[in-house]
Nanobody, 120 residues
Framework: QVQLVESGGGLVQPGESLRLSCAAS????????MGWHRQAPGKQRELVAA???????NYADSVKGRFTISRDNAKNRVYLQMNSLKAEDTAVYYC??????????????WGQGTLVTVSS
């Protein structure tokens, strides 16, 4: 069993910052890519940012220059630093990871989501 648990969501005003964290635990052999997606009300889930185990990153155009993804491979954690938040960043943010578990199976695992609300 493998699980991802997100934390750090909340209510902030436009222009403020938040840092999301996601911890992977369980029968993990190796984690490859990790990422953050989000889903706003009435919209499809979209990729926000992703990072490989080598540290290569990619971002949605809408968050470039404002959000930074990072990871701690030793702790099986991924982070999303969100600066200059806008109302349109309001969404449920989901962490995901592609990994091999101890049985040798390749898995794509998702967290339960954490709500980020940007409002004045």
């Amino acid at each position: 069993q493998v699980q991802l648990v997100e934390s750090g969501g909340g209510l902030v005003q436009p222009g403020e910052s938040l840092r999301l964290s996601c911890a992977a635990s369980g029968s993990i052999f190796r984690i490859n890519a990790m990422g953050w997606h989000r889903q706003a009300p009435g919209k499809q889930r979209e990729l926000v940012a992703a990072i490989t185990n080598g540290g290569s990153t990619n971002y949605a155009d809408s968050v470039k220059g404002r959000f930074t993804i990072s990871r701690d491979n030793a702790k099986n954690r991924v982070y999303l630093q969100m600066n200059s938040l806008k109302a349109e960043d309001t969404a449920v943010y989901y962490c995901n990871a592609d990994m091999y578990d101890l049985r040798g199976f390749y898995l794509e695992v998702w967290g339960q989501g954490t709500l980020v609300t940007v409002s004045s």
